[in-house]
DNA sequence: CATGAATGAGGATTCATTCAT
DNA sequence: CATGAATGAATCCTCATTCAT
């Protein structure tokens, strides 16, 4: 299994050194409990009981129950959108221009995928609480606002000098890149995850999708 | 406001006469704070406080906590989906079939759109609610596998077949209008509600951008 | 059935005049539920389904629940005891004393039988009742120990003067005549209803044990 | 006082191991109000106030409130009928027979007397819940059935047999010695615990007039 | 560090009682 | 008289949090 994998990921953000074996327990219970029943509906009681912990231990390396769930979420945001404004990825998409948008669309998108894949609870969860609590959505927007809006636009605006890109607001490119990337994942892994799912084709039928819808007109 | 009048109609749904003036306050105070704070963490006092009315009262009317959200989010799920799989509705479009998948899309985009703008807060309580809700779940499925599904994918081969879209499998096509619709509608009225919109334009612009996403490749 | 019956014998003790049809329905089922569940157990919205009236309608009635109570407990142990000190029942048993205790007792003990076998769940009532409301515990003491007590206390000493009875203390023989009475009443009604009972020979059978039990020994 | 130590005695039947200080505050204050007070009309919240804990504390160990009248009453049934089905008490009774009956009938009989004499309010919480809770109802009836009844029987009629004791049917034969028994329990302990008692001499008055009672016929 | 008993504020729900119709 | 909607205090119970061991 790899849960042991992005659990000791999550702590590298935390600043701190290394997670014991309890803190993971604790938290590998704490993401699939919030994510089967959500956050105000699970107890703490409940969280104790299937790490294996006294309820106490919870408290000892988590104040409260809202400070779980910001040391579950917080590193996930990050997480989340990280690759995609990591400098090096987009500067490397800027260069082997050759390459063209589709190559950046198809980049992108599986990476995702594969994230969310192997993540899937902890997208549940960051959804029902960016949703609700004010703080969570203010840092998600942050994060939007500054790091990936600026990385992604750069590209747009590229690919759309380019010729590559349809002349639509930069704005709109993006939203529709992000709703159809996010849609069809959470269609895939939340909505109907047990229907027979070819992904691959899936996904290049998505992405074809996107790139003709994008196109520049003909007569442009 | 309208809020009054999307409270009778659920009502209507209901089976029942009328409301009563304390039952209305109720369900409106109900709605908002579910959508604010989410059904586990909104308790009968608050709803009771923000309703003007005693606790007691809410449980006259609806003999659980549980039971108060049902009666919101079940015939809100109906009235969501209810215009899309009218049968005058879908047989008008294959009878003037002269007006093109285009017009249908616009229909539907439009009709919807102006839904959601009177019910976002609706929109909210049962994407939550259907999240953890199993039994929500079920009948979410239910009513999309039953009644939206078919008339759309009758829409959908019928252009097909006409050589109006592409040849996708119809349900890739219908996820991708979903996607499309409700990631828009989302986006619009939950994510950024607050950001400067120019409805009318991006509407026209997602479906131009689906339109040429779904035509058919120019050598078919 | 003979349940009018007893009602309206109820409400003669009341003082009142005649009971309306309304207050026959919500007496008849305040005695019914309060022996099934008793009396805390037992909600007035309950008395008044099983009633057929509106909850309002008992408080229209009866001031408070309590007052309900009362007003089926009071006249009953009034009831329960009357036959046993009735000036006329005394006097008749020691006119015709050649009759002999044997018959007194056999009398008595046949009038109560017949009282409960009509009015079990009215005996399951007071026990609870007298046994928890210490003013119901006072009322019950001074109608026994004013009324009940210095009749069968008469009766007692008259047929130990006799030499009919043992010399023992008035108290005492009382005592286990009430026991065996009352034992066997509700051993045979509330305790074990179920089980083959053939009422007439169990009662003679207690009546010769008693009378053997309380016969003067052979030397006196 | 001996509460301690009773408290214990139920515990031991338990299972587990010992109780904690608090956990047998709750109890014993539990024991208290329920017999003062009736278990419905009991609130948690006082019994938590008087055993000077707080509510939750009673929830900890007792999941509802139910659980916690079991915890008292169960072990208490068992407790009460425990010697008189004891085997050795039995086998004692029947080889030692040149004891006779009433030996066998005073050491029951002064056995069962001091016993509820320590435990005076636990009777009564048994007597008001078995009348309306069936499931101790059925319980209770279990033991009598299987354990009492069948050793008493074997005792009657070994003593019938014998010639030492009446012709009557075994099952009244028992009817009558535990109404006497009982019946006289109850008007010493919970009727009139306050007038003068001799309890030695009411013993012994009772014992006779059951042996007298319950002697043969001379004739036989 | 870890525990789990103890806490008490707060949760949903019930209920006797009132009152306008 | 009868109704039943409305009430709010009280009920049983849950839960995050604390703290002595």
Chains 1, 2, 3, 4 share one sequence.
Do not use: C
Not at 40 to 58: D, F, L, N, P, Q
Not at 139 to 167: M, N, T, Y
């Amino acid at each position: 299994m790899s849960d042991k994998n992005w659990i000791q990921e999550i702590l590298q953000e935390d600043g701190e050194g290394q997670l014991t074996p309890k803190q993971a327990q604790i938290l590998q219970a704490a993401v699939e409990m919030f994510a089967e029943k959500g956050y105000a509906s699970t107890s703490t009681s409940e969280i104790a009981k299937r790490a294996g912990v006294a309820e106490g231990t919870i408290f000892r390396h988590y104040k409260t129950k809202k400070e779980l769930l910001y040391s579950i979420v917080s590193p996930m945001i990050v997480q989340f959108a990280a690759p995609l404004f990591a400098r090096h990825f987009i500067d490397d998409v800027l260069e082997r221009d050759h390459e063209g948008f589709e190559d950046f669309l198809r980049h992108a998108f599986r990476n995702r995928y594969n994230f969310v894949k192997e993540n899937a609870p902890f997208l549940k969860i960051i959804i029902q609480e960016v949703a609700f609590q004010p703080e969570m959505q203010q840092r998600f927007k942050a994060l939007f606002a500054e790091k990936l809006l600026p990385s992604v636009q750069k590209v747009v605006i590229h690919f759309q000098e380019k010729g590559e890109l349809a002349d639509i607001p930069p704005e709109t490119v993006i939203r529709i890149l992000l709703t159809n990337i996010v849609g069809m994942l959470l269609t895939r892994f939340l909505i109907m995850p047990d229907q027979d799912w070819n992904d691959d084709e899936e996904i290049e039928r998505t992405i074809a999708f996107l790139m003709k819808g994008l196109q520049p007109s003909s007569s442009e």
